[in-house]
């Protein structure tokens, strides 16, 4: 079993739509998650950077967290096709430690 | 964000020579810079982790030898594909950070080596 899953998709959804992009983890000292976006043949940018469990938002696009269950999920509303992008999530136990990534998900938003 | 320049974004190479990537942090001080291969359709996988000033700590399977890294400063990183063949072709993408929070990436360097 991978440290962390993701389902690579494809995801197609039309403009306008609430896009929902889930992770999966085994690891119980994962404490830090992040949100990348990765356009291609280009390096990821950072969306959502979160601690332990809970609610971010910022703009577009939030983030959460849920510990119990071992499972983050990015939210992005009003998605755009500027949005298409693979995203990937990503995570640790602590500061210097080593990131553990998801495949990424690959998202199309259709205009 | 912060921002992570990463150069070439793309090379070239003849199988058997070496390629040097650099990757700069330009406006705040990485004293962790991670170096990360991609292949297509796959995750990133860590190959190493340096502090600066200090030999980099390389994953399991990745050759010390193959893949020099130097971060001789706060702001620069290098990676150095050495007698680079066909295999080491891939997507290398460093990241830094300052303080051990979020980790920022360069823009990726795509090698081929033919």
């Known amino acids: 079993q991978k440290e962390v899953e993701q389902d690579p998709g494809p995801l197609s959804v039309p403009e306008g739509a609430i896009v929902s992009l889930n992770c999966t983890y085994s690891n119980s000292a994962f404490q830090y998650f992040m949100w990348y976006r990765q356009y291609s043949r280009k390096g990821p940018e950072l969306l959502m950077y979160t601690y332990s469990s809970g609610n971010k938002e910022d703009g577009r696009f939030t983030a959460q967290v849920d510990k119990s269950s071992k499972y983050i999920s990015l939210f992005i509303r009003d998605s755009q096709p500027s949005d298409s992008a693979t995203y990937l999530c990503?995570?640790?136990?602590?500061?210097?430690?080593?990131?553990?990534f998801g495949i990424g998900t690959k998202l199309q938003v259709i205009p | 964000g912060a921002v992570v320049s990463q150069h070439p974004s793309r090379v070239i190479c003849k199988s058997g020579t070496s390629v040097k990537i650099e990757c700069r942090s330009l406006?705040?001080?990485?004293?962790?810079m991670f170096w990360y291969r991609q292949f297509p359709k796959q995750s990133l996988m860590l190959m190493a982790t340096?502090?600066?000033?200090?030999?980099?700590?390389?994953e399991q399977g990745v050759e010390k030898d193959k893949f020099l890294i130097n971060h001789a400063s706060l702001t620069l990183s290098t990676l150095t594909v050495t007698s680079a063949h066909p295999e080491d072709s891939s997507f290398y993408i460093c990241s830094g950070t300052t303080e051990g929070t979020e980790a920022f990436f360069g823009q990726g360097t795509r090698l081929t080596v033919v």
């Open positions: 406006d705040f001080q990485a004293t962790t």
């Open positions: 340096s502090n600066e000033g200090s030999k980099a700590t390389y």
């Open positions: 990503a995570m640790n136990s602590g500061g210097y430690q080593k990131v553990t």
